[in-house]
């Protein structure tokens, strides 16, 4: 029997406080139609060819969010196969420098505490990562 190995991308997410509200984190949750249709995630995306993972984080989010970031320190790493790609997922502390999250590119935005982030129909690969954070093993979020 062979195994096909899936394509590997490495995909860099925020974990973003609510101004003024620091118990609260913004989430998205994904379109409907494409792979993992209508499951939540961290605002981010794959980080292209020559890219810092910093460059990266600050597109996506220009991009999905219409919003500026100021991108801060790594808080976790992890890798994920699904059926048709392996994610390694960065996720990354950030801070909203201006605008206000639109969801330019996903069904729904929200902002979240870590134990309400668990009880919602999360990617997979950030089972393990909302594990850690709900056990405050990422450090401070401040
Ligand atoms: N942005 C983001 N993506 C995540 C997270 N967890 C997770 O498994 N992913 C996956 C979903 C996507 O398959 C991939 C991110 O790719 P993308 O943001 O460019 O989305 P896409 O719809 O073009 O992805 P795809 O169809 O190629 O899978 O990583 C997360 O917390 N944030």
Known sequence: MTVAATRTVRVVAALIPKPE?????LVQ???PGGS???LWEFPGGKVEKGETDEAALAREC???LDVELAVGRRLWE???TYPDLTVELVLY???LVSGEP???GAHALAFHTPAEMQALPFCEADIPLLNDLVAGRLGSLD
């Open 21 to 25: 509200d620091g118990r609260r984190f």
């Open 29 to 31: 949750q994904r379109l």
């Open 36 to 38: 993992r249709a209508l």
């Open 62 to 64: 220009r991009e999905e």
């Open 78 to 80: 992890g890798r994920h």
């Open 93 to 95: 502390l950030a801070r």
């Open 102 to 104: 639109r969801p330019l």
